[in-house]
């Protein structure tokens, strides 16, 4: 089944406004896409049309965050975390102010407009930030655990969201948790460590690993940061490697991470990502996943290789 | 204005209006309706006003043209298509993967000077390049076109006061005022208010034109290279879409997919314009 990570999203900040007045929506003209139109259109007077202003936006949010309301500022991600990178510094989170950021059309999702549409660095540059939590959400379900959780955290939050349909891969039950490694699927002699759109992807590098003899684990990282070491390596097990894997470049996103929480007992580990790049159009997402090596097929040869050595 | 000229430069807002239906292609996403607004000024630049040269590109005193509102590049590619910086037949690649036409400007595109695409920057590149013109004692003009949803910026007001302040009278500012941004019009969304006003308190010579009234927008661009003294600005009054009835002064085509039909009742349409 799929879900509509952007849908799961508006659905989720419409319940969340309903439920508490204070918290207000900002958009910078594309909340259409963004979908805080579901707060637009419900509760106009909790809108704020910011034009297509960013760094202006997050100011304002810190603003909103300063008077007791708890701002959700939107954007491409691209343009929620670049354009606006000081004030996001400066007005947020020096402070700790409690502002929700929510990049939408992530990574490579945005196909056709191409590279200045496309967002690899927004994981390394939130991640640095101390005070920011940042979530990266794999399919619809967590999207919606994640307003939630983020509108629970007196603080600032970026949450990542990809524009596509990607398959359901938790249900009511699971049981996230800020910081929580997830293992999605047992194995033994290689981790997958995923987060966002590459999580279903390495659902299926698994699966073809199983076929040539090798046990995949799948550890999904929903929030990049915090990250506690003893809980990452709980959930690796006993395997003798990892594969990050991630729609992102591989300097200072989730393999970074990842390395940096296990650097005083570190297992080998191959990075999956965006290798030193920007981005460019195709006529579709897949296109894209495939041009950059972010398939299925590649994270299971990375794992190979890690074995083999 | 020499009517000659005038109806010469329609005909090259025509093939500009078809090389951007070419670009667009059938079912794909992509941003018809501010290509289509600044089509006859985009026209106008590349076939009466600019000093450029397919054949040499890199003259170092060839006029520069940013398109700052990237998006709307298809306009761009259009004209460079009909001038002969690559075969017309490259349109139909635009934004597929590895082609020179991305969906946003990048240097690596023949005739294309500055990467755009993330709004309010193309200006302030501008006044980079006016001074260094200035410098180096060329007499090139660089021109520059904006979108009205793209002001809301704060960069494009910097650009503004620091073009103003070097009294870069080589530097040309062209808004496409076609009242509607991405979500919906501009005076619902985010209403800046009196923009020649505002050009004008900061110093700009400022010019109000109908841009798709082609001997309004020759003389414009005339007047405004006469300039002295100052930086300037045209403000041009358009329509979103322009020359694609269902798509005129609709934000739902500011990015959108024309079907197969649609694509050639545009065509029809633009060749009856
Ligand atoms: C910094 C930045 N924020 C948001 C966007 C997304 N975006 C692309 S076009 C557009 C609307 C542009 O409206 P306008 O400047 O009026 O252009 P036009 O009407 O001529 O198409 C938006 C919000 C962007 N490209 N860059
Ligand atoms: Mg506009």
Redesign the pocket.
């Known amino acids: 089944m799929l879900m509509n990570l952007r849908a799961a999203y508006g659905e989720a900040l419409l319940a969340l406004a309903g439920e508490n007045k204070n918290v207000v929506a900002l958009d910078?003209?594309?909340c259409g896409s963004t979908q805080s139109v579901v707060v637009e259109k419900n509760y106009p007077e909790r809108y704020f049309e910011m034009g297509?202003g960013?760094q202006n936006m997050i100011s304002v949010a810190a603003g909103l965050a300063l008077t007791g309301k708890i701002p959700f500022a939107h954007?491409?991600s691209v343009?929620a975390t670049g354009?606006p990178f000081d004030q996001i510094r400066q007005s947020v989170c020096l402070p700790n102010l409690n502002v929700k950021i929510v990049g939408s059309s992530c990574g490579l999702s945005d196909f056709g407009?191409g590279a200045?549409?496309q967002s690899f660095e927004d994981l390394a540059t939130m991640r640095v930030l101390p005070h920011m939590t940042v979530l990266c959400p794999a399919d619809g379900i967590e999207v919606k655990w994640a307003v939630r959780a983020a509108a629970a955290i007196d603080g600032p939050v970026y949450i990542r969201l990809n524009r596509n349909d990607l398959p359901v891969l938790f249900d009511e039950k699971t049981s996230f948790e800020i910081g929580k490694p997830l293992v999605v699927k047992e194995g033994n002699d290689v981790a997958l460590v995923c987060t966002g759109t590459m999580t279903s992807i390495a659902l299926d590098a698994a699966a073809l690993l199983e076929q040539q003899g090798i046990s995949a684990r799948v550890v999904h990282l929903g929030t990049i940061k915090p990250l506690c070491g003893k809980s990452l390596r709980e959930a690796l097990g006993n395997v003798r490697g990892i594969v990050s894997c991630e729609e992102h470049t591989i300097y200072g996103g989730l393999g970074s991470a990842v390395a940096e929480a296990l650097c005083e007992a570190p297992l080998p580990m191959k990075m999956v990502g965006i290798q030193d790049r920007y981005g460019q159009s195709a006529v579709c997402y897949e296109e894209l996943l495939e041009c950059y090596g972010l398939t299925k097929e590649a994270v299971a040869k990375a794992a190979e290789a890690l074995l083999k050595k | 204005m020499n009517q000659e000229t005038v109806s010469a430069m329609k005909e090259k807002a025509r093939a500009v209006r078809l090389g951007i239906i070419d670009a667009l292609g059938v079912d794909k996403r992509g941003?018809l309706?501010?290509?289509m607004?600044?089509a006859d000024i985009v026209a106008a630049l590349y076939f009466h006003k600019m000093r450029h040269d397919p054949k040499n590109r890199f003259m170092a005193d060839r006029d520069r043209f940013i398109m700052s509102?990237?998006?709307?590049v298809l306009a761009q590619y259009a004209a460079l298509a009909e001038a002969g910086y690559f075969p017309r037949e490259t349109l139909l690649k635009t934004k597929t993967l590895g082609s020179i036409l991305q969906g946003?400007p990048e240097r690596e595109t023949p005739g294309v000077e500055a990467n755009t695409?993330?709004?309010?920057q193309g200006l302030s590149i501008g006044v980079g390049m006016a001074l260094a013109g200035r410098l180096d004692k060329l007499n090139y003009r660089t021109w520059v076109v904006?979108?009205?949803?793209?002001?809301a910026?704060g960069q494009v007001w910097e650009a503004v006061t620091a073009a103003a302040a070097f009294k870069l009278d080589n530097l040309t500012a062209i808004v496409?005022m076609?009242g509607?941004?991405?979500?919906g019009r501009?005076c619902d969304r985010y209403n800046l208010g009196n923009i020649r006003g505002k050009f004008d308190a900061f110093g700009w010579k400022t010019f109000e034109i109908d841009g798709h009234d082609m001997a309004q927008v020759l003389q414009a661009l005339d007047d405004a290279s006469e300039v002295r003294g100052a930086p300037s600005a045209i403000i041009a009054g358009t329509v979103?879409g322009k020359g694609v009835s269902f798509a005129e002064n609709t934000p739902a085509y500011?990015?959108n997919l024309l079907t197969k039909e649609q694509q050639e009742a545009a065509r029809r349409e633009i060749m009856a314009m």
């Open positions: 910078a003209d594309l297509i960013e954007s491409f343009f354009r407009d200045t549409h | 941003h309706g501010g290509s607004s600044c509102k990237g998006h709307s946003h695409g993330s709004l309010g904006l979108g009205d949803g793209e002001l910026e496409d076609n509607i941004q991405a979500v501009t979103k500011h990015n």
